[in-house]
């Protein structure tokens, strides 16, 4: 998992209640790049391995109506971070309340990761249409092994990193900021290579509020409607709902 | 029925269908099932395949969701866990689906 704080956003909140999650449903070993400032942060986890680099900061997203800061480049280096054979790796908004990304990781493949999301609140708040000529992908949550295919799926996103405005412009993707769903789209693209995981990722946009939550589910606010989810693993890009 | 009775229905209905339509896509991700390193969905479909080649052989090989061949040589146990898998999803949406019920008869 990788978790850097930015100045609106407290990440390690997030990653504080991921793990929590994780220890849940997945039982599994846990490994948080970080770095020092918010590695500092962090409340005492238990056993969880800290990797500490220093991260670019260089990238910016919309949140809210606001431009804010988002550390989101060192995820193209995964590959070499992780000490595992096989890999979940995971933004901090990434909540399991379930144990399907065992079952997943219990198959063979080089990278398998989302192709499709499904708006749990019925307003298709997620998709912009036409936004690149780009089959597009989810890095949320990105499943590899450690094969050669996985290494150039990595090494290729470092180099669309490197040189995002050529791609940019050559999928004619709109959205102006660095995107990991694009840098690995691309890759795959490229490489002809990745498997999808078969149902769509549950996703909450960031104008929805979670007002409550328990290790089982969340409970969501949006326009005068509310709603619940059990059972199910939801992405939530609203980011102050673990703030307490 | 005035038009406020008329909204609070609708507005019940849509929550009530955003509800099915959530818990069927739960169902459909906790019916993903690992089986010799391939994936597999635990729905109507792959039971009714496996189910069918079962009486034909002991040995075959069906597609996983991701078009991977598969190799199954122990039918009986891949059918036990794929309606082990099918039925434990089913009777959670099925309890769902009764407090839905429920809820739009209250």
């Not at chain 1, 063979?108 to 936004?131: A, P, R, S």
């Not at chain 2, 019916?31 to 189910?51: C, G, H, K, P, W």
């Amino acid at each position: 998992m990788y978790c850097f704080n930015t100045p609106a956003v407290n990440y390690h909140r997030l990653a504080e209640r991921c793990v929590a999650q994780i220890r849940k449903y997945l039982k599994l070993e846990i490994t948080i790049v970080t770095n020092l400032e918010t590695f500092k942060k962090f409340k005492p986890l238990g056993m969880i391995n800290y990797k500490l680099v220093d991260n670019k900061t260089t990238n910016t997203r919309s949140y809210r109506g606001k431009n804010v800061a988002w550390h989101n480049k060192e995820r193209a280096l995964a590959y070499d971070h992780s000490p595992y054979d096989t890999t979940i790796l995971m933004d901090c908004d990434y909540f399991v309340f379930s144990s399907t990304l065992l079952e997943l990781a219990n198959t063979k493949f080089d990278v398998m990761l989302h192709d499709k999301v499904e708006d749990i609140t019925g307003e298709d708040m997620i998709i912009g249409k036409n936004e690149s000529t780009l089959p597009l992908v989810w890095a949320t949550v990105t499943l590899f092994q450690k094969t050669a295919n996985a290494r150039m799926v990595f090494d290729l996103i470092q180099h669309v990193q490197q040189y995002y405005p050529h791609y940019q412009s050559l999928y004619r993707i709109r959205y102006p900021n660095y995107r990991n769903d694009y840098a690995f789209a691309i890759a795959l693209h490229q490489l002809k290579l990745g498997n999808f995981i078969p149902t769509p990722m549950a996703m909450l946009a960031d104008r929805v509020d979670v007002i409550d939550s328990d290790d089982d589910g969340i409970v969501f606010k949006y326009n005068d409607c509310a709603n619940f989810t059990s059972g199910q693993d939801v992405h939530i890009m609203e980011k102050e709902w673990c703030n307490g | 029925m005035d038009i406020g009775h008329l909204k609070q229905h609708s507005d019940l209905n849509f929550k009530v269908a955003q509800a099915k339509k959530n818990a069927l896509e739960k169902l459909r991700s906790r019916q993903l099932m690992a089986y010799n390193e391939r994936l597999f969905q635990a729905d109507a479909n792959t039971i009714n395949l496996v189910s069918t080649l079962k009486q034909h052989s002991q040995d075959f090989y069906v597609l996983d969701a991701n078009d991977n061949p598969c190799h199954i040589t122990d039918p009986e146990e891949f059918l036990n866990k794929l309606i082990e898998r099918n039925q434990e999803t089913l009777n959670a949406y099925h309890q769902l689906h009764q407090d839905l019920a429920h809820k739009k008869t209250r």
